[in-house]
């Protein structure tokens, strides 16, 4: 049999090692490219806009660096807000699909509802929530954490109820017959099927959930009664028009998102190691 | 080899089919006769196939058996007891039409789940696990996981699962359809060895007319619409079998015979 040798450009497409690379190595470029433009101020000819509403990378980076203290001091509180939300949200939305999953027969449409809850736009959410929490406390800062944490919290609850209801009741087929030979209890049923079986829902919700954490939080932030955390001094200093100070606030607040969905990303790595191996 | 528990007529009778018939609604609301008056004894022991095509029922007999699914109307009865106490006996060994392993689990702990859930100590869990590994062939696979194993090592591990409780009578609901022609005959005769080894009782649903000729020592042939008893043959190959006994002038008899006797002559 005569075999033929693969071209290199073949050889190199099917390479897994070049395959992973170049999945991260792309976006990589395509954004130092885009950084490049930009502090070229190539960009500014194409958008046809000045360096002062669009600032040069360079001047940006500078901002963060001189004002590191207060920036780090507005994203803690962002990432309190967006974790905090993200945490008890994502607790409650299990739980909720805990209890629909127990009774399957209202419990899919019980969760259409909570659906409908992710159609609730944040910038309406967020006043709605700020009135809502006036008597909470007498410290002004907290109450508007209450506020912006229950903002975020609405929003991943119904991601990850929706998710893990999936997780819950999409079984293999036969699953439930075999566990129904062992004369297993519906709560051995549980903690050996059903909940195993939805991890790698929790974190499909999860993908979804993380980026959304961040938007809300600093979404919520402008509606806010207290002055701070990254999305408001976006915010104030648009109004004051100081937009390089803006811009450094809003390359944060990326910055934030990104590394959570980072950490995220490696977390899910690991937890779901040994379902994704093959050989 | 010899065999200890080669099928005697003369043993006691383990399950009793006794007039099941069971009535199912299709999407229409209109009454599907899925099995009507089904009556047959299954000895201890046995290898008993129900072979037929589908829509026959066969697989509905086995959940009654089961006790995944009551009859309509008459009963089954196994060693005495309604399926349902047997079930909770876990007595029943089931291996499915696919392996249904958790991928979240290795193949030793797949083994194990059952053991798990009856409440074995770590230990004797463990052993089991391993000496049931040992049965199948897989020692050395125990800690891969069940996405990294073919489909057939899959199903044995699904076969050493059922076996690992020790149960008293083992249900196969087409365990290897699925399954190439190679390995299937190569799981034929590790089934038959682990079979001549236990001495449990077996019910092997089948559509495959070889494959129930081959194995079992008794084929209960079901028709389908409305899903009947048509014919029970005796297969008086004797155990062991081989697989050269495949080719034999007698094994094309018994094959052309189980076929003329689903009702109207052939399929």
């Not at chain 1, 130092?32 to 360079?58: C, E, M, R």
């Not at chain 1, 893990?164 to 050996?192: H, I, Q």
């Not at chain 2, 599907?32 to 072979?51: P, Q, T, W, Y």
């Not at chain 2, 619409?225 to 008899?253: C, K, N, Q």
Request: glycine content about 6%; some cysteine.
């Amino acid at each position: 049999m005569i075999k033929k040798r693969k071209s290199l450009w073949r050889r190199l497409k099917e390479n897994r090692a070049v395959q992973t690379l170049s999945t991260i190595l792309l976006p990589v470029l395509f954004g130092v490219l885009i950084i490049a433009l930009w502090q070229g101020q190539i960009l500014h000819k194409i958008f046809n806009t000045d360096i002062n509403t669009l600032p040069l990378p360079s001047r940006i980076c500078r901002i963060i660096l001189d004002n590191l203290p207060s920036i780090g001091e507005n994203a803690l509180y962002t990432i309190i807000v967006a974790l905090a939300g993200l945490i008890i949200g994502s607790i409650i939305g299990y739980l909720i699909a805990v209890f629909a999953s127990l009774f399957q027969k209202w419990g899919a449409g019980g969760l259409t509802i909570v659906g409908a809850f992710n159609a609730i736009p944040i910038v309406a959410l967020a006043p709605v929530m700020s009135n809502w929490t006036k008597d909470v406390s007498s410290d002004p800062n907290f109450r508007s954490m209450v506020a912006k944490t229950l903002v975020v919290m609405i929003v991943c609850i119904a991601s990850m109820s929706i998710n893990a209801f999936r997780g819950l009741t999409e079984l293999k087929p036969f699953a439930l017959d075999l566990m129904s030979s062992y004369a297993a209890k519906k709560r051995t049923v549980f903690f050996k099927l059903r909940l195993p079986n939805s991890i790698p829902y929790v974190f499909t919700a999860l993908r979804v959930s993380v980026p959304i954490s961040i938007i809300s939080a600093v979404v919520s932030e402008y509606f806010a009664e207290y002055i701070v955390g990254v999305g408001r001094e976006i915010r104030e200093n648009i109004v004051l028009g100081q937009y390089p100070t803006a811009w450094a606030y809003i390359v944060v607040a990326c910055l934030i998102g990104i590394a959570m969905y980072g950490l995220l990303m490696a977390v899910e790595a690991i937890v779901l190691k040994n379902r994704r191996i093959k050989n | 080899m010899s065999r200890t528990n080669a099928y005697n007529p003369k043993n006691d009778v383990e399950i009793a089919i006794n007039n099941v018939s069971v009535v199912f609604k299709d999407n229409k609301g209109n009454d599907v006769k899925a099995l009507d008056n089904v009556d047959f004894d299954i000895h201890k022991g046995e290898f008993i196939s129900l072979l037929g095509p589908s829509g026959c029922g066969k697989t509905t007999l086995l959940r009654t058996i089961a006790d995944l699914l009551e009859p309509t109307s008459g009963n089954v009865r196994v060693s005495g007891m309604t399926p349902k106490e047997i079930r909770l006996m876990q007595k029943f060994g089931i291996v499915f039409q696919s392996p249904v392993l958790f991928e979240w689990r290795t193949v030793k702990k797949n083994i194990e789940l059952p053991l798990e859930i009856m409440g074995y100590s770590k230990k004797d869990r463990s052993d089991r696990a391993d000496e049931m590994l040992e049965m199948v062939g897989l020692t050395k696979f125990a800690n891969h996981y069940p996405q990294q194993l073919s489909g057939g090592m899959q199903q044995r591990v699904g076969i050493a699962r059922a076996f690992g409780i020790r149960p008293e009578i083992l249900l196969m609901d087409e365990p290897f359809s699925a399954l190439d022609e190679f390995t299937k005959e190569k799981l034929h005769l590790d089934l038959l060895k682990i079979w001549e080894k236990t001495n449990k009782t077996i019910v092997f649903v089948t559509h495959n007319i070889q494959e129930a000729v081959f194995l079992s020592n008794r084929i209960c042939v079901l028709s389908p619409h409305p899903g009947r008893l048509s014919a029970v043959v005796d297969v008086d190959l004797p155990y062991p079998r081989t697989t050269d006994m495949r080719d034999t002038p007698h094994f094309g008899e018994l094959v052309s015979k189980v076929r003329n006797s689903f009702e109207g002559g052939s399929l």
